[in-house]
């Protein structure tokens, strides 16, 4: 039996202070910058419950992001609620949304589901886009301000206060999905992606827990979106199209999916080389294709998988031998 | 497990890393570099409007290295900040929010979609900085979204549809059939056109909007033909325009009725070819039209650019930098509260004639063009021969509107 | 125009929309369906086809030679990106296939962009259909009909390849089951390397029909790559005559449906997709998902 190893929690402590700390040392745009990393990072790590843990692929996890700021959006412009409010809301919304999806995308398996999972996403894509009156059509909402919190908290408008919000969703995620994953509940899910035939089988409700975990995967997404239209001021159909989806995936799977940390790493890789590559050169695609194409050929347990493997390294070679 | 493999794991480990904790993104801002103006212009230079962020490029890149031969703005030499976007708003606003707090930019121009420069304008005010448009044409920017902060000095969508129909007052055909593509241009242009027929007197037969990204135009070619109508609006950029103009006249549509379009650029001719022969559109800018300063900067970037004529975005955007260097010789400064009242009623004779950046709205008063696409001695693709010109007071809308009172 | 020929100019413009919709998805339905690999980059080999047909045309001034020069030449770069890279990847999850041929779809993606410039090149169609046939007095491009034409024949030729060769026996087995194949001996690696460049090809000559149609342009690889798959779905992975009635459903539900509900153009695809997965999750001819 293996003692358990204080490290990792340690090393989690030690990263969290950091981040706390942030505002103070950074200078302002890489506060800008951090948070959308953690906005982006939220994303990524929602769609890893349900790729990394259950193997449902979703090719359309963009829809959770775009519903949320949409939703966020529109009530922050046309309401007096306050932010967190607003955001919490705007998260359970899309959740309930996709029971409905989920329940549709379910009666398939494997890529016919991720097909569905595109499917709605697009029509999601096409309503926005038509429906001008509530989502601004093809302008989208622009101008959407950081409101106030109850009784007057006005931390939330300001640049610090709503990095701390963003944060505490989420490490509170983070809680949460981790929580999920060590229940029973998660050892029903890998079941499923092991086996689901199996699992059937053995007398759960399959179709029950796939369409739970997308309730709750695509809740987080939209938390994530709903924290990025008050960040960013403006949420449009972009939001909500399927190369989001795709590029979420890429998070994932860069990231090191099945394990909540890598992902968000993985989002926060993708988003800085883009920019640091976008800013270099025009051609910068070609070197992001191509790094993508090494990861897959040299690095399959992604970032995260990398980081633990030279992690494991450093320590005594019988401990790593268990690895 | 190679070796090998494990090195290029280390090596991709190290990569991740230090992308993650790169010096250059983390650390303090470089200060604003003695003696240089920087101008802001996060682009899409690739992705499907790509060749129209190049054009802007181009644009701002010749008028910049003429002007900074002559000692710049202020007797600084002008910086310009080009980054890509790939078209996505989310990026553009990341890399103006950089530009902003990391390099201390405070004036923004060439930011190519208007769904990019929607999410921007609402920032320009917390962000104390000026941003002129060179390309963006919805009507919107200088009615309900608009901000002290933005002025824009090209041809508006609503400008353009108003151009065509003042044209069409004298001209035989007497029902109109419309094509827009189907967001908030082509919804705004062809409601406009609408409006400008009905006051004409005009049969307004009816419409249609095709989603962007249709490769097959097959259905609305045969739908306009069933139209009966005299003539075709179309409101088209882009592929989407080629594509369209492309299979029309394999339907030979052209021979049916009069085609006429809010915009054609160079780009699209060269792309069609003789398939856009006869189509009467307006421009925002031709390299045909006919003054002094024009022909004159036809001829130095013919020069520049090895027997290339300039386009519609590289005009506009010549005539945007205009806009700036005679707002900032006027304001004596940069920083946006000095430099704003300077460009309001200010007023350029230059490439296009003369442009007034009205003061209530922040519009540029220009005149209107229209052209038809015909052969021309020396050019193997069709260009645009100049066959009206229309009055700026009659062309721009009035303030704060998108549409027309007379 | 009377009823009669609205209907009929109508029916011909989906004939030719299936034909382009059928090029668009025969490739992807190949390497699908036999090599279950989600190939990302379909929408970028398309459009590299239509580049370099651009390019053979302007060489050559024929566009028949740019049809039968473009698809090999993206062919054999499909096959050596399966040889080079894909090779390694057949024990790993299906994760790893869509990570590199996203990869794939951003380079080549880019690599046009640096070669040919920014802008959208013109692809006239060759002087022997660049005229209009007349259909109860209405006039109708040549060259769709040539589409539709060459589609059936295409169509045909891959039906029969599969059908009565014996490599589309092979095909079909490893399609099915890959083990077995490989235990009666054959080479199954050479078996897909050639599936997954015949399947390049295929989008290449896709991306060189599209083009007198819609110019040779950096926007065809996005929308395109979509096109196929819903297709591909809708039809059945894996099955060839699927995705032709895949393309077929699709291109008439547009085509009339445009026409009536234009407002709905943006969802109708996936609409009917929606409605044959919801009935028959495994598309239309494929085998239960």
Redo the contacts between chains.
Sequence with gaps: MQKTNPLPALGGFAVICLLIAAPFG?????M??LT?LIILGLFAMSLDLMVGYANLVSFGHAAAYGLGAYASGYMLLNSAMPLPVVVLLAALLTGSVAIGVGWVCTLATGVSFSMLTLAFAQLLYAIA??WTSVTG????L??IPRRAGPFSITIFTSKTGFYYFALACLIGAYLLCRALVRSPFGLVLRGIRENEAKTLVLGYNTRLYKITVIAIAYALGGLAGALYAPF???A????LFWLLSGQALIMVIVGGQGTLIGPI?GA??FM?????L??YT?A??LFFGL?FI??V???PEG?WG??R??FRRGRAPAEAHHG | MATK?RF??RW??A??GA??A?P??????QAQAAGTIKVGMPLA????L??VG?QQKRGAEFYTKLQNAKGGWLGKKIELLI????G????C???A??MV??QDCRLFTGITL??EA??I???LGEWNAIFISSDNG?G?LTAE?FVPNFFRANTSGPMGTRAISLYLKDAPYKSFYALGL???WG?NSVQVFENELKRLGKDFVGK????T????Y???V??I??SGADGVYLVLA??DN??FL??AA???LAAKMAMLSEQLEL??M????DACLGIIASARYAFTIDNPKNREFVELWKQEHGGQVPDQFEGEQWQCQRVFEAGIAKAGGIEADKLRPALEDLTIDDIKGQVQMRKCDHQGVQQGFIFKAAKREGFSHPVPEIIATLAAARTTPPCNKMTYDD | ?STLA?LL??GV?AL??AA?LFFLGVGLTLIFGIMRIVNFAHGTLYMLGAFIGYSLVRLTGSFWLALLLAPLAVGLIGTAFELGILRRLYRRDAHAFLMVTFGLALVTG?AV?LIWG?????V??PPLL?G?VFLMD????L??LFLVGFGLVVAVAIWQLLERTRLGLLIRATSQNAEMVHALGVDVKLVRSGVFGIGCGLAALGGVL?A????A????A??AVI?AFVIVIIGGMGSFLGSLIGALLVAFV??FG??YL??F??AFMYLVMLLVLVVRPGGLLGKEA
Excluded at chain 2, 83 to 86: I, L
Excluded at chain 2, 213 to 216: H, P, R, V
Excluded at chain 3, 217 to 220: K, L, R, T, V, Y
Aim: glycine share 6%; no cysteine.
């Design positions: 950074l200078p302002v745009f890489a800008t910058l959308e886009f038509k059509g093809s302008d989208g622009a101008g960013a001021g403006f449009n159909t972009e939001l790493l926060a890789f800085l080389l883009e920019h640091q976008s800013s025009e910068w695609a790094i090494a990861f050929l040299f690095a970032i990398l980081a493997r030279a | 493999s290029s794991r991709l480990m990569g991740a992308t993650l790169s250059y993104i983390w650390t303090s801002a230079l690739t992705g499907p790509g060749s190049q980054e890509d976007t790939a996505n708003p989310a990026a606003v990341r890399k929010q950089e707090e990391r208007s769904s929607l999410a304008v609402p920032k919805d919107r979204s189907d967001y908030a919804h249609v909007f095709a989603p990204g249709t490769k097959d097959s259905t609305y045969t739908k033909r069933q882009g592929d080629n594509a492309a299979q394999q339907y030979q780009t699209a060269r792309a069609v070819g | 125009m609205l100019t109508q413009n030719s929309q382009l880019e962009r920014s802008d959208a090149l013109q006239p169609p660049s209009v209405e006039p109708f491009p060259y769709r599209a007198p149609l819609v110019t342009s950096h926007g065809m996005a929308t096109d547009q085509v445009n026409y234009p407002d153009a943006l």
